[in-house]
C-alpha cells in the first residue's frame, strides 16, 4: 500500500471509530462542572475546553477552542444541544454513569445520548484534537463529539454521506442558522439554503463529485473525498498549506460560505480557503442563495457587504433581523372573488416597478410580448401573479414563482431589467364584500413558521440519517416499512462498536475454537468481553482484505433485521481486519440440508428457514432508502441461531445502489451456480434481481435438500430446476426423505422457485412479491420452463455459466 494511501485509511479508520490521537486529559465518574465555579475541563495542552461558555444572557454547554476569559481569540467549535435556551448560572453539569448530564432546575438534560444502562462508563477525555469522548470500561468509545458536529469540522473529524453542518447564527449565538453543507448520497458535496430540497435550483456552491462516501479535514488542512469501496483513497486536496503545529478545522459560517481556518500556537487564525472563492463572483455576497430570505432581494454594495431589501408592497419580517425575509402587507383576494366581483382587477390591485433586479431561473410562465406593458398587464390578469419581470433585450416576460425567493439587484454591467408587482390597493375600491384567502391576512404562508423550522432543519437533518440508515425497519407481518422516530438510542445499540485487538484475543482464548472457514478467513468462537459478558460470538479474521472488512462493516454495520446476522463489532490493527458477530449457535444452512450425517430440518423448519431468507433478502432490497444487493446468497452464507431462526450472514460482497437507482454497475461477484446468468460478465449492470435468481437456487436446494447441480442424475435431470418443473408437470415423483412434507405447500413454493430462476430479470418477482407469494399472499402462477442455461452439461456435471464464471 502506498504510504499516501495508509495514511488516508488510517485517518478514515481512525475517524470512523474515533481513536485520533491517544487519549489525553482524563475525567473520571463523578466529575462536575458549574457555569460559575470549575467551568471547565481541559485539553492536556489546554487548547480546547470542554464546559460552560457564556452566550447571550445566560450559559451553554460546548468545547472552546483557545478558551481564553475575555479574549476574542477563543473560538466555539460545538455545542451540544444548540438550540435550546441559555442555560442559567445554577446549572451543573456531571459525568457519570448515565453520561454527561446537566442539571436544571427545571429538571435533567442528559446531552450524551447512550444507549441502555447495560453500558458502564468510565472515563471521558478532552483531547488535543477537539473531540471530546466518552470511554466505557473496556476502553471502547461510547460516545464523541466527533459524531455529531454542529458547523464546525476538525482535522480528522468526517462527516459521513447523508450527513451535514449547519450554520450558526452569528458568531456570538450557535444556534442553528441559515445554511447547510451537505455530504449527499450521491457523493458531491453541496452548499444550500437550510430548508430547501437538494436540487440545483438551491444550491449555490457544489464540488461536482460523485460516489464518495464522506468528507474528512486532514490534518494538513486539506479536505479530501472518503470512499469505503475504493479503499479511502484521498482524493480532493484543496490546498497546500502546511503550516507546521497549526491546527485546521473547517466551519460553515454564519454568512454561509465555507472556510478553512489555520490557528497556530498563539492562536492567530487565519483563512486559508473559502468556498465560493470571492474571485468567482467579484466578492459578491449575493450570489450565496439564501443570504436574503424570501420576498426580499439581496443588493450588493461591492465592498463586500450586501443589504437585504424588501419587494414593494412586501414588509421585513424582523426589522432587527432583515436577513429573514419579508412578507405581504397588502391582503390577498381569492380568485373567485375578483372574479365575481362586479368591477375589474384594478379595483383590487396596482402595478409597482423595480428596476435592474434579477431572479435565477424559477418562472412559472415565460413568454415573448411585444412591450413592457404588455408584460405588465399579463401578470395584473392573471390571477396567480404576483410578480413578473420584463428581458427589454430579448423582450422576454417570466412570470415568477411565489414566494420569491434568491432575488438579487443587477450591476451596472449587466443588461437592464423591469419587474413588476402586484400590489393590493389599501382601501378595496369594488362594491362586493370579497373575502380575502383564508384567514391568513397579512401573513406569508411559510413564513411565520420559518424560524421553527430552521430549528427543525437542524435536528431533523441529523436525526434524518440515523432514521434513515438505523430505523427503517422491516414489520413483521405487515411488508410496510417502518421507520420509527425518535429511537436513537436503539439506533446506538444496534451500531458496530470498536473491539481492541487483545480484547479479541482474550475473548476466543487465543483463537482456540476454529468453526469455520471461508474464502476470506477463519471463523473462531468466543465469548463476548463487554456489556453482557459471556454471550457467545463469532469472530472472523479476514486474510488482509480490506476491501472486504469496510464493505462488511459499511453494509451490516448500517442494517438491523432479525433475519440478518448483526455485526456487534470490529477490530483493526496492524495487518489484522476482524469482524465480530453474534453467535449462530446451529451453524449453516449448508451444514443443515447438505450433511448426510444430520437429521435433515423438519417440512415445517424448512418453509420457516425460506421464509426466514426471503424477508430478510427483502428488507436488504427494500427496507431502506439505498438498496443493497448481498451478491453471494447460497445456504452457506445462511446461518441458523439457537431459536430456529435462519439469518443471511456475509455481506463483504454486498453492493450498495444509490437511492433512487435500481441498477448498478459492477464487477461480477458471487458463487458460480448460485449466481445469475445476467451477471456473469466481468463487468456488468446489475439490478437486486441477481439475488432472486440466488435465491432460487437456495429455495429448491432447502426443498428438495438435495444440490441444485444434480451429482446423479434424477429422472433424467441434471439440475433441480428441470427436474422440479417435471415434478410440477405431474410427470415425475416425489422423492425427497421427509415424510410430513405437505404437497401443496411444496408445489407452490417449487413454483416461486421456477419464477425467481426466470431468465430475464424483468420476469422474476422481486423478493417483496416472493414474501407475498411465500406468504400465500399472492397467486402464483405456473412457471415458465426452466432456462435452458441452468441445464448441467453431462460430461462435466457443471452449467455452462458456472464454467464460464470459472474461467473469467
Ligand atoms: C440565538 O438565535 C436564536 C434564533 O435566532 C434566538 O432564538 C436566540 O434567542 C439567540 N440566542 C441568543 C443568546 O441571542
Ligand atoms: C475584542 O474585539 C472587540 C471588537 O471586536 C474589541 O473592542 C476588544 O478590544 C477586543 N478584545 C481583545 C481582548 O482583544
Ligand atoms: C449545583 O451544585 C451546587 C453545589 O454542589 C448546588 O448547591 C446547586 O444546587 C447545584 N445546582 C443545581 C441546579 O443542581
Ligand atoms: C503542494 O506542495 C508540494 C510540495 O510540498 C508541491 O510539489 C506541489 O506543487 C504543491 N501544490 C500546489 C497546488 O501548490
Ligand atoms: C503565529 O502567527 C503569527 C503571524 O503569522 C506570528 O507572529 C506568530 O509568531 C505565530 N506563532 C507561532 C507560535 O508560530
Ligand atoms: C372567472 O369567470 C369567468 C366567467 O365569469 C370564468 O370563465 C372563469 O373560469 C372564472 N375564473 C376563475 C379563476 O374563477
Ligand atoms: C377597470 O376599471 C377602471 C376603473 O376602476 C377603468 O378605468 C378601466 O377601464 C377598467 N378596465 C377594464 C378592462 O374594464
Ligand atoms: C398605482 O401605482 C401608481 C404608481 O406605481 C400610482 O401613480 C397610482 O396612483 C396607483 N393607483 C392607485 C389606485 O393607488
Ligand atoms: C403563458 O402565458 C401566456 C399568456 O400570458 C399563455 O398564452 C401561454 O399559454 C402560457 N404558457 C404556458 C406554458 O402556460
Ligand atoms: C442597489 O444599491 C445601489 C447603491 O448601493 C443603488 O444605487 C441601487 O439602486 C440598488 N439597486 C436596487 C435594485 O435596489
Ligand atoms: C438600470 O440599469 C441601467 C443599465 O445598467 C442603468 O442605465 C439604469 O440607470 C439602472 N436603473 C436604476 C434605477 O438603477
Ligand atoms: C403597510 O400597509 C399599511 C396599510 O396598508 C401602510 O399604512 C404601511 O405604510 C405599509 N407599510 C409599508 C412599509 O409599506
Redesign the pocket.
Known amino acids: 500500500m502506498e504510504p499516501e494511501k495508509a495514511s488516508a485509511v488510517l485517518v478514515l479508520i481512525a475517524s470512523l471509530i474515533g481513536i485520533v490521537g491517544a487519549p489525553d486529559s482524563f475525567i473520571g465518574t463523578g466529575s462536575i462542572l458549574s457555569a460559575t465555579g470549575n467551568t471547565a475541563w481541559l485539553s492536556i495542552s489546554g487548547k480546547f475546553a470542554f464546559g460552560f461558555y457564556k452566550e447571550g444572557s445566560g450559559f451553554a454547554v460546548g468545547i472552546n477552542f483557545f478558551p481564553k476569559p475575555n479574549s476574542n481569540h477563543s473560538t466555539v467549535i460545538w455545542t451540544a444541544d444548540r438550540d435550546h435556551q441559555p442555560i442559567p448560572s445554577n446549572a451543573n453539569l456531571t459525568f457519570g454513569n448515565e453520561g454527561l448530564v446537566l442539571h436544571l432546575d427545571e429538571g435533567d438534560r442528559i446531552i450524551t445520548d447512550l444507549y441502555d444502562g447495560t453500558l458502564q462508563l468510565a472515563y471521558a477525555s478532552m483531547q488535543d484534537s477537539g473531540n471530546f469522548i466518552v470511554y466505557d470500561m473496556y476502553r471502547n468509545m461510547a460516545w464523541q463529539t466527533f459524531d455529531n458536529p454542529t458547523d464546525t469540522l476538525m482535522a480528522g473529524q468526517e462527516i459521513p454521506m447523508g450527513h451535514n453542518l449547519i450554520s450558526s447564527v452569528s458568531a456570538n449565538n450557535q444556534s442553528s442558522g441559515r445554511f447547510r453543507l451537505a455530504m449527499q448520497r450521491d457523493g458531491n458535496v453541496v452548499l444550500y439554503p437550510v430548508n430547501t430540497p437538494e436540487t440545483g435550483t438551491h444550491a449555490y456552491w457544489a464540488l461536482g463529485t460523485r460516489g464518495y462516501d464522506g468528507l474528512v479535514l486532514d490534518h494538513e488542512g486539506s479536505l479530501r473525498l472518503t470512499d469505503l469501496n475504493s479503499g479511502g483513497q484521498p482524493f480532493f486536496a484543496w490546498l497546500n498549506s502546511s503550516q507546521a503545529?497549526s491546527v485546521h478545522f473547517l466551519r460553515l459560517e454564519a454568512d454561509g460560505y465555507l472556510r478553512i481556518y489555520s490557528r497556530?500556537?498563539?492562536g492567530?487564525m487565519m483563512v486559508s480557503a473559502q468556498y465560493p472563492a470571492d474571485n468567482n463572483n467579484n466578492n459578491n455576497k449575493c450570489f450565496i442563495k439564501g443570504a436574503c430570505g424570501l420576498n426580499s432581494y439581496c443588493n450588493s454594495t461591492g465592498n463586500g457587504d450586501a443589504h437585504c431589501l424588501c419587494f414593494p408592497g412586501y414588509v421585513y419580517i424582523d426589522p432587527s433581523r432583515v436577513v429573514m425575509g419579508c412578507e405581504r402587507n397588502f391582503t390577498r383576494w381569492s380568485c373567485e372573488a375578483v372574479n365575481a366581483s362586479t368591477s375589474n382587477v384594478s379595483a383590487f390591485y396596482n402595478i409597482s416597478r423595480l428596476l435592474n433586479i434579477t431572479w435565477p431561473d424559477d418562472n412559472y410562465n415565460s413568454s415573448t410580448v411585444k412591450s413592457e406593458h404588455e408584460c405588465s398587464d399579463a401578470c395584473f390578469r392573471d390571477c396567480n401573479c404576483y410578480a413578473a419581470l420584463f428581458l427589454p433585450s430579448e423582450k422576454l416576460c417570466n412570470k415568477q414563482r411565489y414566494p420569491f425567493q434568491y432575488g438579487i439587484a443587477l450591476s451596472d454591467q449587466d443588461e437592464p431589467t423591469v419587474a413588476f408587482f402586484k400590489v393590493g390597493l389599501a382601501e378595496q375600491k369594488n362594491q362586493l364584500s370579497a373575502k380575502p384567502v383564508g384567514s391568513e391576512n397579512l401573513r406569508v404562508p411559510g413564513t411565520v413558521p420559518l424560524v421553527l423550522s430552521l430549528l427543525l432543519t437542524a435536528t431533523f437533518a441529523v436525526v434524518l440519517d440515523f432514521l434513515i440508515f438505523f430505523l427503517c425497519r422491516y414489520r413483521m407481518g405487515t411488508y410496510r416499512r417502518l421507520c420509527e422516530s425518535m429511537e436513537t438510542g436503539l439506533a446506538k445499540a444496534m451500531a458496530p462498536r470498536f473491539f481492541s485487538y487483545k480484547q479479541l484475543m482474550d475473548a476466543t482464548d487465543g483463537y482456540k475454537e476454529e468453526i469455520g472457514e471461508g474464502k476470506y478467513g477463519k471463523v473462531f468462537k468466543g465469548l463476548l468481553p463487554t456489556g453482557d459478558a459471556g454471550t457467545p460470538i463469532a469472530v472472523k479474521k479476514l486474510k488482509n482484505v480490506r476491501e472486504k472488512f469496510r464493505n462488511e462493516l459499511k453494509s451490516i454495520g448500517r442494517v438491523h433485521h432479525r433475519n440478518l446476522v448483526r455485526l456487534l463489532g470490529f477490530c483493526h490493527e496492524g495487518s489484522d481486519w476482524i469482524l465480530v458477530y453474534e453467535y449462530m449457535s446451529r451453524g449453516s444452512l449448508a451444514d443443515l440440508i447438505f450433511q448426510s450425517h444430520e437429521a435433515p430440518p423438519s417440512w415445517k423448519q424448512r418453509v420457516s428457514i425460506a421464509m426466514d431468507v426471503a424477508r430478510g433478502l427483502y428488507y436488504l432490497h427494500e427496507g431502506c432508502d439505498v438498496a443493497i444487493i448481498h451478491g453471494d446468497i447460497k445456504p452457506d452464507n445462511v446461518l441458523i441461531g439457537d431459536d430456529g431462526i435462519a439469518k443471511i450472514g456475509d455481506l463483504g460482497l454486498a453492493k450498495h445502489l444509490q437511492p433512487g437507482n435500481h441498477i448498478t454497475y459492477t464487477r461480477s461477484r458471487g458463487t458460480p451456480g448460485y449466481k445469475a446468468p445476467d451477471w456473469a460478465k466481468p463487468c456488468d449492470w446489475v439490478s437486486p434481481k441477481v439475488d432472486v435468481v440466488s435465491f432460487g437456487v437456495l429455495l429448491l436446494e432447502l426443498l428438495c435438500l438435495k444440490k441444485f447441480c444434480l451429482l446423479l442424475e434424477l429422472d433424467g435431470e441434471f439440475n433441480l430446476a428441470s427436474w422440479a418443473y417435471k415434478f410440477l408437470k405431474g410427470q415425475t415423483k416425489w422423492q425427497v426423505p421427509g415424510e410430513d412434507v405437505d404437497a401443496e405447500e411444496l408445489k407452490e413454493m417449487m413454483k416461486v422457485a421456477l419464477w425467481c430462476l426466470h431468465g430475464s430479470p424483468e420476469k422474476r418477482p422481486s423478493m417483496y412479491d416472493v414474501v407475498m407469494m411465500l406468504g400465500r399472499k399472492k397467486i402464483v402462477e405456473f412457471p415458465p420452463v426452466p432456462l435452458l442455461d441452468w441445464n448441467v452439461r453431462a460430461d462435466t456435471g457443471r452449467t455452462p455459466m458456472a464454467e464460464e464464471a470459472e474461467r473469467g
Open positions: 503545529m497556530n500556537q498563539s492567530l
